[in-house]
């Protein structure tokens, strides 16, 4: 994927209808979603069940954009391959899911897909210092994993200002993952990140049937965030 730095909204289908996914992938990409995020959760690393590589092969064909697949999940390494053949264009690991980051990564690109790491609320910025160059974006949880819903924590701006610096100019996204709405965007995209994830916040309102609410909301999203993105 060629890097562009400019502001993306990525609505985790996480929030969408369950019976109606490849239909739900097609309507937010229609109303202006710049990717389609999938928030694979294992209840073993975080206390959620959500999907797999089956569900993300389904949804392959019905995705246009980039399928943005955040692995929330522990052992991480088994499972790269199968997500990668089922169509993944991103893979995101957690720092905090296994020993060896390094290695998680090389496998991820060396599976065909982009690499990113993920940084839970409790992890700091300087644990993805020495693994930038082999990541293009670097996730930073501004909730605790595994729920959508949850309220946005404000710690984690400064997070994103240190990551920021540290990425200089890399080719490398700045996510942001948890609480997104028209209130809290401009206060991650002022502190530098670039992409951002939100699930209740854009499909709240509407539904397969009548997706406008979707393109309403993703616009709100991303006109209060362009306005202050550094």
């Not at 996204?173 to 028209?182: K, M």
Request: net charge negative; glycine share 10%; charged share 20%.
């Amino acid at each position: 994927m060629s890097f562009d730095r400019s502001l993306k909204i990525a609505p985790s289908i996480l929030s969408a209808d369950f019976a109606n996914f490849g239909a739900e992938c097609e309507a937010i990409e229609a109303q202006g979603a710049d990717w389609v995020h999938v928030d694979v959760m294992d209840g073993h690393f975080v206390p959620n069940l959500t999907f797999g590589p089956a569900m993300c092969a389904a949804i392959r064909p019905h995705v246009k954009t980039v399928m943005d697949v955040h692995l929330m999940i522990a052992p991480v390494d088994p499972y790269i391959e199968a997500f990668a053949k089922a169509g993944a264009d991103r893979l995101t690991a957690h720092v905090e899911a296994g020993p060896h980051l390094h290695r998680t990564l090389q496998a991820i690109g060396g599976a065909g897909c982009s690499a990113g790491v993920a940084l839970n609320p409790g992890t700091p910025a300087e644990a993805v210092a020495d693994v930038l160059d082999l990541v293009d974006l670097v996730c930073v949880m501004t909730v605790n994993p595994g729920f959508g819903g949850q309220k946005f924590i404000a710690s984690q701006i400064d997070k994103v200002k240190k990551l920021r610096a540290m990425i200089g100019d890399r080719p490398v996204h700045i996510e942001i993952d948890g609480g997104v709405d028209p209130a809290t965007a401009p206060l991650v995209a002022a502190a530098g990140a670039d992409v951002l994830v939100a699930g209740s916040a854009v499909f709240r309102g509407g539904s397969v049937s009548n997706p406008a609410p979707y393109g309403e909301n993703i616009r709100a999203i991303r006109e209060a965030a362009q306005g202050v993105y550094a």
